[in-house]
């Protein structure tokens, strides 16, 4: 019995249709002086929004200056690279997109669940819009990182009792600033300045 050969397309990998379009992508990039954005598009499945996201990363001054000075670790049986923030601190205007749930997650305090949530942060400076996800560890402790997150909307629920999803939508003002960890990793973090109250 001869075996056929068969050939299976590769999922999200580079197919005969995006090689050209990420091809010009790379030329463009190169031709603007922004070479070492150019590998991340190289690296992606899909030649979609391509320029979109160019601009996008050409704009953030920390992915520009940083990405050829990180510098990576090389142990016995490890590479490691310290993590560096990828929004600049400052003030934002923002909206939480998005709010979801990571459960049994290992922590420096034991396994916890986590609400995952997603904000668009705009510069009004710049009018650029950037996403930023962060983990709060579901906590009832007055003083957690969650509890403080929700402090700042004790003005504009007073009185109320609300779930998670209540605050998909919210819009207001924020800062935000770094952290760097034991490890030398620099995390972003977020205040909530002002919350602006939703028309009911």
Do not use: C, W
């Amino acid at each position: 019995m001869a075996l056929k050969k068969v050939r299976r397309p590769v999922k999200n990998g580079p197919n005969e249709d995006n090689i050209q379009t990420l091809k010009q992508v790379e030329m463009k990039l190169i031709e603007n002086g922004e070479e070492g954005n150019s590998m991340n598009y190289l690296n992606t499945g899909s030649g979609s929004n391509l320029t979109a996201e160019s601009t996008s990363l050409s704009n953030n001054s920390i992915q520009q200056s940083t990405a050829m000075e990180r510098v990576f670790t090389f142990g016995d049986d490890f590479v490691s690279m310290k993590r560096i923030a990828k929004i600049a601190e400052g003030i934002y205007d923002f909206r939480i997109d998005d709010i979801g749930v990571k459960e049994n997650v290992e922590t420096q305090y034991g396994t916890k669940d986590q609400y995952v949530i997603t904000f668009s942060l705009g510069n009004p400076s710049t009018n650029e819009i950037t996403t930023l996800t962060l983990p709060y560890n579901i906590s009832s402790n007055h003083q957690s990182a969650l509890m403080e997150f929700l402090g700042a909307f004790k003005d504009v629920f007073r009185g109320k009792k609300i779930t998670m999803r209540y605050l998909v939508g919210m819009t207001g003002q924020a800062r935000v600033y770094h952290v760097v960890s034991e490890a030398g990793n620099v995390y972003e973090k977020i205040e909530i300045l002002d919350v602006e109250k939703p028309n009911t």
